[in-house]
């Protein structure tokens, strides 16, 4: 299992990024997928999951309305969407997927910078 991540960096509160997680070594469109984040001195959180066909996701009650999570499963990839930044939501973003024994893979995490 290999989860690539891509997008983040720094913008301003109020801007909007784009992450990427391209996934390989598993049947993709097999299996729930997941964003999570990190701030310092904070445990890590989940952001926003979706089903295997994106028909059901879903949201911490503090990115809702601001972030859209969705998946591309002829890409193997999922997607992040994040507008309406504010500086709160500076963490380190990782994308997940969590097999059918239970372990969890971990994409190698993207820096997220919210500040003026």
């Known amino acids: 299992v290999q989860l690539v991540q891509s997008g983040g960096g720094l913008v301003q509160p109020g801007g909007s990024l784009r992450l990427s997680c391209v996934a390989s070594g598993f049947t993709f469109s097999s299996y729930y997928m997941s964003w999570y984040r990190q701030a310092p001195g904070k445990e890590r959180e989940l952001v926003a999951g979706?089903?295997?066909?994106?028909?059901?996701?879903n949201y911490a009650d503090s990115v809702k309305g601001r972030f859209t999570i969705s998946r591309d499963n002829v890409k193997n990839t999922v997607y992040l969407q994040m507008n309406s930044l504010k500086p709160e939501d500076t963490a380190v973003y990782y994308c997940?997927?969590?097999?059918?024994?239970?372990?969890?893979?971990w994409g190698q995490g993207t820096q997220v910078t919210v500040s003026s």
């Open positions: 997940n997927v969590r097999n059918v024994r239970g372990t969890d893979y």
């Open positions: 979706i089903s295997r066909f994106g028909g059901l996701t």
